[in-house]
């Protein structure tokens, strides 16, 4: 498996082009659409990893590892992600501190199928 700095680089680049709350992802004009939509424009933290996973950025374990780690962060990602107060800043300097501290697994991933 890639580091986790790596994996979570993926993710910090869809949130570093546009981020967003309440919607896996928008276009420009705000209006909800599919993470991977070519008009997408700004993601949420869901829709970043998913994002990186439907564009084969990431596997399936990647991307369980990474949203593991990120929601080990931030006591559970999409509520987090969706507070009034949030910014992309303050989402990307979690991902940054997440990149360091990688998920504490008390048990093993499941092996890909």
């Not at 790596?6 to 993710?11: D, H, K, S, T």
């Not at 949203?67 to 990307?92: E, F, M, Y």
Request: hydrophobic residues 35%.
């Amino acid at each position: 498996m890639r580091p986790l700095e790596e994996l979570i680089g993926y993710v910090a680049c869809f949130i570093q082009r546009g981020f967003t709350k309440r919607a896996g992802a928008r276009n420009r004009d705000g209006d909800v659409c599919s993470t991977i939509d070519p008009t997408a424009s700004r993601w949420c933290l869901w829709g970043a990893v998913d994002a990186a996973t439907q564009s084969h950025q990431l596997s399936l374990r990647e991307a369980d590892l990474v949203w593991r780690t990120i929601n080990q962060h931030t006591s559970g990602a999409v509520s987090w992600n969706d507070r009034w107060w949030r910014t992309k800043g303050s989402v990307l300097r979690m991902l940054r501190r997440a990149a360091k501290n990688p998920y504490r697994r008390s048990y093993p991933l499941p092996e890909p199928q």
